[in-house]
Each structure stands twice: as structure tokens, then as C-alpha cells.
């Protein structure tokens, strides 16, 4: 029951760190071709999608060998 909530405040830290990112730092990046800048705002978008379920199933698998 405690990696429960350990895990669902993990998760929604994650979102919350990862939309403080988008919004005030990602967004305001600027290039003069708009195509080019919404393909790299979009890639970096997915890497950080990628790297916070990473980090999710990161610990999962901890917890779960930790029971086993």
C-alpha cells in the first residue's frame, strides 16, 4: 500500500515537473522556420514522454524484485 501512494505522488511530480518544463521552458524556444520548431518542440515532447515512463517502469521493476 505505501508504493502505492509512493508511486501515484512519483507520477504526478512527473507531470507537474514535466508540464513546468513545456510550458515555461520548451515553449518559448523560437526558430525563425515554424516547421522545424514545432518538429522540435514535438520531439522533445516524446523524449520527455519516453524518459517519465523510463523512470515509472524503473520503479516498478525495483519494487516488484524487492517483494520477490
Given at each position: 500500500?505505501?508504493?502505492?501512494?509512493?508511486?501515484?505522488?512519483?507520477?504526478?511530480?512527473?507531470?507537474?515537473?514535466?508540464?513546468?518544463?513545456?510550458?515555461?521552458?520548451?515553449?518559448k524556444i523560437e526558430l525563425a522556420n515554424k516547421y522545424?520548431?514545432?518538429?522540435?518542440?514535438?520531439?522533445?515532447?516524446?523524449?520527455?514522454?519516453?524518459?517519465?515512463?523510463a523512470i515509472m517502469v524503473i520503479l516498478r521493476n525495483?519494487?516488484?524484485?524487492?517483494?520477490?
Amino acid at each position: 500500500m505505501l508504493f502505492l501512494l509512493f508511486y501515484i505522488t512519483i507520477l504526478w511530480v512527473l507531470i507537474l515537473i514535466g508540464g513546468f518544463i513545456m510550458v515555461n521552458i520548451i515553449a518559448k524556444i523560437e526558430l525563425a522556420n515554424k516547421y522545424l520548431e514545432s518538429i522540435s518542440k514535438a520531439v522533445i515532447a516524446i523524449a520527455m514522454s519516453i524518459a517519465w515512463i523510463a523512470i515509472m517502469v524503473i520503479l516498478r521493476n525495483i519494487y516488484i524484485k524487492r517483494i520477490m
